[in-house]
Each structure stands twice: as structure tokens, then as C-alpha cells.
């Protein structure tokens, strides 16, 4: 087998986001993206000789294609060994295990999450720590400076290494450990939560459904929802991972988990009922009729995690995003909890959680997680909701209102703006960030502005700072509006406009989301001049 090193230039844009570098699949297949930006990787964690990697992805299109590609340029880069999911699949939190687990120098994650798969939609390539969670930082900027100074890669000639089984195989001086990617974690869960409690429940009659959505959570859900806790046969729809996901969006939001929403919207709907994404990082969950909402979920879980073994002996802090509501942090005042606000992506929990500050940590955009791993895990919260509502005794509405009735209602959403030309984009957010100083004091749609700032966020354990995280408007009585830029889009911008009113009032917490919000709605475009900037009056997704 011959080592060839190959003569490149940079490429424009492989600048990774805020998880990974996602791409139209079709420009990931363009000659040499790829390899650039593997080999720029390699070069940014200073070279892989005698390294353990760790390797798999959603099994969307393209990734079994990647995975050899990838696999030929660690061979050739000297490392020692890649441990690689079968058939190249891994989700997202089972590589982030697998990386702890084997005690790796991290790994590489082929996934672009909830964005849709196939050669005309959308493909990633992340790079995970030797802690497990995504790089940092300071290795993802070195990772796009060896992006801009490339003049060469290597890989391996040889033929595919067969990830159909499995095995040990050798490719080059490499070993390439194909691995069955849903035995270790499972054993995890087994070791988190209380199953024969989760077994009892579902044996009683207790019944749930989880739409796997064709990703990568299939094999995952079934095993351990089915075969491990008895759920009935067909519990796991959607469970077969698809290419390109059946066709559809894996994202578990309301808009997309269509199959779950006519499940649990139907006639006789089941007790419980969650979805997860593409790569098995998110999570939704439902009741009967009943939507709950990310940022209420990790609140929940946070206030009743002591019903699982893994968590019986208490939480440390706990942690969300900015925009997330506020939720965890009535939940944290309560029980005296540390809870740390950091910046949107989950690489900023990875400090918190290495550090031993919090245990569990979560996002509004569906994600939940615990120190068991560093990513989030779709499953995981799942799983955790399942040993609550084993441990309490209750349903899901019935624990939604107890929960509400206790620390109060955060009402919440999300409106997105999708596919805005950037340079309006950027000029509505420049345009809020120069009137900033002067709306405190200001009424918008009946509300009067508390207080407004850029968000920025000092990492307490390493001092680094990220800045021009997200502006946030504080309205009189607990309202807010946090207004940011996506960082994972591949179409223009997506303008993300969070929406948050408080409520102690038992009497309001059965509203309409929607409604409830309807008058801080009015107040962000107001305040942000969304209109006059984009030319949009209504957004393309409230979630
Ligand atoms: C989005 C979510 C964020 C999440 C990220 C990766 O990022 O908002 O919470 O961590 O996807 O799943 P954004 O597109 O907003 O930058
Ligand atoms: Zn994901």
C-alpha cells in the first residue's frame, strides 16, 4: 500500500461552526474538501502518528464514502488505531462514550445533525476531544488556520476496509476496530438508570412510542426500549436508518416528528412519547396531547434526576445556553443549585462538566445532557424521563403541572428567520447593537425595556472568552428576548428570535404558548425592526 501525498490549496469557508463544519453534501464531495479539511484537523491536533481515534457518524449520504476516506488519511498520518461503529454508524452521544470509554485521542463525528441527508442536502464533519466533547475553541481555530496554510495531504492507496462486521482489520500499519456501536452505550444506560423500575412501568401497561425518524437512534431505541425494557413490539417507529432519512427532516420539533404528533394527537394516544434527531444528540417529549417544551424538560429533569441510581446522590450545578429559558433557574434557586449560563453549542459545557461544576446541562433546541458523556443525549433524556415517571408515579401532564405549580411557568419559543441574505442579517443585528444602550426605559408592543446587553461569556474555569454571543432585552416582569445568528445554517443567515414570559399565576399556565407570547412577539419586532431589515413579518418556524 502506498502513502501519497497529495498537492492542495486552501478552500474558502471550511471555518467550522457551531458544531463541526457543515456543508452541502455535494461541496463535501467537491475533490479534495474533505481530505482538506481532515488533513487540517490532523495538522491542528498536532498530527495523529500513534493515535487511537475514534470513528462514525448518522449514516446519512456520503458517510460510509467519508469514512474510508477518513480511515486511508489516519493510516497514512501514522495513527495507531480507529474504532470504528459498524457500518460506519455511531450516534453522536454513543462516540462521545466510546471516546471516554476506550480512552482515545478523540474523534471524528460524521453527522449534520437535524439537517436533512442526501447528495442535495446537507453533510458535517466534527472533531471530538480526547474528553469526548467537541473541540474547543482554540483547537477549532487551529484547525481553520491549517484550513488557510494547507499545501498537501496524505492518504493511503487501499482498498475499502469491510465495516460490514464486527473485527479487526489491518489497513496499513493501522488497526481498524469495527465495533457494535450500540453494546457500550446501552451498557451506560444500564449503569444510569434504574431499568427493572422503567420495565415495571411499561409491564403495567404504561405504554410509549419513540420515532426514530430513519436516523441513527434506531438500533439504539430498540434495543434498549424493546429488547432491554419490554416496550411493546413497534414501540421504535421510524427505526430503520436511512440515507437520506426517508426523505424527511430528522428533527424532533413539532413541525417535523410528524409521525409521533399524529401518535400522540390521535385517538387513545400513548402515555409517553419522545423523538430524537439525525444523529441521537436531541430529544423531544411528549404526553398525551401534550408538547413539552426543551427548556421545560431540562428543569424537569434537573428537580426529579435524583430518582435515577446514577444521579440518586444529588446534582453539583447545572448549566444552559443563554437563550434557553429560565426554567432551570428557578428549579437551581429552589434547590440550591449552582446553574451556569453559557453561550449556544454545546463545546461550552465541556469545561463545566470536565471541572466537576454541574451535572447535567441543556439547550432550547432539544438538547439534554449529564456529565455521563460530553455531547447531548437524545436517548439519555429519554430514558431519564422514563425512570421519573417510574419513580413518581405520575404521567407526564400530571408532573408538567405539579412542576409548574412549584417553580412557575416559563412561557417560551423560538422564531426562526430562515435564509436571510447576510449582509441584512448582520446589518439588523448591528443596527440592534448601536440602539442597544439606549431601549432601557423604552415601551414596545405595551412592554417596557428593563435592561439590554450583548451577551459575553467568561469560561470560569479557563478564563477564555467568547464574545457577540446573542443581544438580550430584559422586559418589565420577567419577559425576554434574546435575539442571535445561527451558527449552523448552510443558506444565507437564519435569524433566531427567542421569546420568554414568566408566570406565577396558576391560572395562565394552561395558555396557548403563542398567545402567551404574542404581545413579547410584537415587542422584538418592534425593538429589532425585523420587518424593515428583511422584509419579514412572520417566521418560518416557531418551535
Ligand atoms: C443550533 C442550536 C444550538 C445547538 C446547535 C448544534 O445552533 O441553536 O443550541 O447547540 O444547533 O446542535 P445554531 O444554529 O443556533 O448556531
Ligand atoms: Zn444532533
Known sequence: MERLTIQTRPIEGQKPGTSGLRKKTRTFMEPHYLENFVQSIWDGIGGVAGKVLVLGGDGRYFGDRAAQVILRMAAAGGAA??????GALLSTPAASHLIRARGTDGGIILSASHNPGGPD????????????????????GRIYAATRAIEAYHILEAQDVDLSSPGTRDLGDMAV????????????????????AIGDLLAGGFRVVFDAMHAVTGPYATEILERRLGAAPGSVINARPKPDFGGGHPDPNPVWARDLMAAMHGDD?????????????????????????????????????????????????VARSMPTSRALDAVAKA?????????????????????????LCGEESAGTGSDHVREKDGLWA???????LAGTGKGVPELMADHWREFGRNFYTRHDFEAIETEKAEALMDDLRGRMDG???????????????????????????????????????????????????????????????????PATFGR????????????????????????????????
Open 121 to 140: 442536502e446537507d453533510f458535517g464533519v466534527k472533531f471530538n476531544t480526547p474528553n469526548g466533547g467537541p473541540a474547543a475553541e482554540d483547537v477549532t
Open 512 to 543: 396557548d404558548v403563542q398567545d402567551a407570547l404574542a404581545d413579547v412577539a410584537r415587542a422584538a419586532h418592534e425593538l429589532a425592526r425585523i420587518e424593515h431589515h428583511t422584509g419579514r413579518t412572520e417566521p418560518d418556524v416557531r418551535a
Open 382 to 388: 429519554v430514558l431519564l424521563w422514563l425512570n421519573i
Open 439 to 505: 431601549l432601557p426605559g423604552t415601551q414596545a408592543a405595551g412592554r417596557r425595556v428593563e435592561a439590554a446587553d450583548e451577551f459575553a461569556y467568561t469560561d470560569p474555569v479557563d478564563g477564555s472568552v467568547a464574545e457577540r454571543q446573542g443581544i438580550r432585552l430584559y422586559l418589565e416582569g420577567g419577559g425576554r428576548i434574546v435575539l442571535r445568528l445561527s451558527g449552523t445554517g448552510t443558506q444565507g443567515a437564519t435569524l433566531r428570535v427567542y421569546l420568554e414570559d414568566r408566570s406565577d399565576d
Open 81 to 86: 488505531r480507529v474504532i470504528v461503529g459498524q
Open 335 to 359: 434547590r440550591g443549585l449552582d446553574c451556569y449560563e453559557t453561550p449556544t453549542g454545546w463545546k461550552f459545557f465541556g469545561n463545566l462538566l470536565d471541572d466537576g461544576r454541574i451535572t
Open 177 to 196: 476496530e469495527v465495533v457494535d456501536p450500540v453494546a457500550d452505550y446501552a451498557a451506560l444506560m444500564e449503569e444510569l438508570f434504574d431499568f427493572d
Open 269 to 317: 394516544p400513548p402515555d409517553f412519547g419522545a423523538a430524537s434527531d439525525g444523529d441521537g444528540d436531541r430529544n423531544m417529549i411528549m404526553g398525551p396531547g401534550m408538547y413539552v417544551a426543551p427548556s421545560d424538560s431540562v428543569a424537569v429533569l434537573a428537580a426529579n434526576a435524583t430518582h435515577a441510581p446514577g444521579y440518586a446522590g444529588g446534582l453539583k450545578g
